[in-house]
């Protein structure tokens, strides 16, 4: 059927024969399928990565603004002083990134002054200053205050977030 036997030096040898050794083997179409199939697959990772690159980069600003606003709030409580939480856009992209920072009313900073992560910009307003009191409530709003944090130059496809201060209890929200 597909092997044959040839008689060497008195002993039988089995030969595969040319048709059984073609279905041995990948053909050159099967192998460059294959890695049309896996260049696919690779290029879709590719892609999921750098979405989720992007949405550690929001997520990370959120919580460290919200860390920040925690810290003022409960700077204010402990040390029973007023400690406003600042932030703001610069104007241009030569100046220094956006940043934000926490203040004592007498000047001292707490904790370091940071910046968001590269792309994330403030939004309505971008800029703005809220003063935690003594018993943690915020002053300067009767309403709710709205911080959002949104991706810089991505249009109608651009990543946001709404961190919310209730001026009455100073609570603080993340809505995502």
Same mark, same amino acid.
């Given at each position: 059927m597909g092997t044959r036997s040839i008689q060497f030096d008195g002993k039988a040898i089995l030969m595969d024969t040319v048709e059984e050794r073609r279905d041995a083997g990948f053909t050159l179409i099967e192998l460059m399928a294959v890695m049309v199939i896996m260049a696919i697959m690779l290029s879709i990772a590719v892609v999921a990565f750098v979405q989720v690159g992007h949405a550690a980069g929001m997520k990370s600003s959120v919580l460290n603004v919200h860390s920040a606003l925690n810290l003022a709030r409960q700077n204010a409580i402990t040390y029973r002083t007023r400690t406003t939480f600042s932030y703001s856009n610069l104007s241009s992209y030569s100046e220094m990134p956006v940043g934000y920072f926490v203040m004592t009313t007498n000047g001292v900073i707490v904790g370091q002054s940071n910046r968001l992560d590269n792309g994330i910009?403030?939004?309505?307003?971008?800029?703005?200053?809220?003063?935690?009191?003594?018993?943690?409530?915020?002053?300067?709003?009767? +309403?709710? +205050?709205?911080?959002?944090?949104?991706?810089?130059?991505?249009?109608?496809?651009?990543?946001?977030? +709404?961190i919310t201060v209730y001026p009455l209890t100073g609570r603080i929200k993340v809505k995502y």
């Open positions: 910009i403030f939004t309505n307003p971008t800029k703005g200053m809220l003063t935690f009191t003594l018993d943690g409530s915020c002053t300067g709003s009767a +309403v709710e +205050v709205n911080i959002m944090l949104m991706e810089r130059d991505k249009g109608a496809n651009a990543m946001s977030n +709404v």
